[in-house]
C-alpha cells in the first residue's frame, strides 16, 4: 500500500486513499508511530462530495475536523488528480471547501458555535467555541503563561482543546494543547481559528490577520461575514509504501 506524508505549518500527516470504508485506527498507530507524524487522513469516495476522508490521531483515535488536515488533504487529492484544484469534501464536522494554488491551500472552515459563555478558570478568563471540534481559548500578554499541567486539566475537565493567545501588532500566536496529542502540538488550525474569533470578538483584531503557531509558520484567518478562511502552504514530503 502506497502512502504520502505531507507537512502543513509543523503538523504532519501520513494520506492515502482506498474504496474500502472501515476501521483504520490501528494502522493509524503504526504507520504514525513510524513516521512519527500527528495523524493518518484516509480519502474514500462519496456520491455527493469529490471524497470523505476518515482522520486518525496519532493514537488511533478519531476527530471531526482539522484545519492543518484540510489544507494536507486538498493537495494530497489535487497532486493525486482526485479533484482540481476547488473541492468540496465531506468529515465528521461537515462539509468542507478547499482552493489549491500552487502549494498554498486555502479552507472555508465549518460554521463556529460557541459552547460555553466566558468564564473564570485558575485565574484565567476561558472561552469555549466549536471550530470543527471543541476549543477553550485564553487571550493572555504573555505565552509563557502556557502551562501544560493547567492544560491538561482543562482538556479533561472540559473536553476540549486549549489555545494561549497573545495579540501583537495585529498578529496572533497561539500555543495549543492538543486532545490526542495530549501536550503541546506545533500548530492546530481549528485552534488558531477559535483564537482569531476570540480576538475578533474582543476587537483586538481586524477581519483579517496573521497568526503564528508554535511553528511560527506564518497563516492568513480572515472572517467575511460568519464564513472563517484559514490559508497557509502545505508541502508535500515523500511517498512510501507499507505492507
Not at 139 to 165: E, P
Not at 198 to 216: I, T
Request: hydrophobic share 35%; proline share 2%.
Amino acid at each position: 500500500m502506497k502512502y504520502s506524508k505531507y507537512d502543513a505549518s509543523g503538523n504532519d500527516f501520513v494520506i492515502f486513499h482506498t474504496n474500502e470504508k472501515k476501521d483504520y485506527s490501528q494502522l493509524a498507530i503504526e504507520l504514525c508511530k513510524k513516521e512519527n507524524v500527528d495523524g493518518l487522513i484516509v480519502l474514500v469516495p462519496h456520491i455527493v462530495y469529490d471524497f470523505e476522508w476518515l482522520f486518525y490521531n496519532n493514537d488511533g483515535s478519531t476527530a471531526s475536523m482539522c484545519g492543518n488536515g484540510t489544507r494536507a488533504v486538498a493537495l494530497y487529492a489535487y497532486q493525486n488528480q482526485i479533484t482540481g484544484t476547488f473541492m468540496k469534501f465531506l468529515t465528521g464536522a461537515g462539509e468542507i471547501n478547499c482552493t489549491v494554488e500552487g502549494d498554498i491551500v486555502e479552507t472555508q472552515m465549518t460554521k463556529p458555535f460557541e459552547i460555553k459563555e466566558p468564564f473564570e478558570e485558575d485565574g484565567f478568563v476561558c472561552w469555549i467555541v466549536n471550530t470543527g471540534v471543541p476549543h477553550i481559548v485564553i487571550m493572555t500578554d504573555n505565552l509563557d503563561d502556557f502551562n501544560l499541567a493547567l492544560c491538561s486539566k482543562l482538556r479533561q475537565k472540559y473536553d476540549a482543546n486549549v489555545n494561549f493567545a497573545k495579540v501583537e501588532n495585529q498578529k496572533l500566536f497561539v500555543r495549543t494543547f492538543e486532545r490526542g496529542v495530549e501536550g503541546e502540538t506545533l500548530a492546530c488550525g481549528t485552534g488558531m481559528v477559535a483564537s482569531f474569533l476570540r480576538a475578533s470578538n474582543l476587537g483586538l483584531v481586524e477581519n483579517s490577520a496573521k497568526v503564528y503557531p508554535k511553528s511560527q509558520e506564518e497563516l492568513n484567518l480572515r472572517k467575511d461575514d460568519e464564513v472563517i478562511y484559514f490559508k497557509g502552504k502545505v508541502k508535500f514530503i515523500k511517498t512510501d509504501e507499507t505492507n
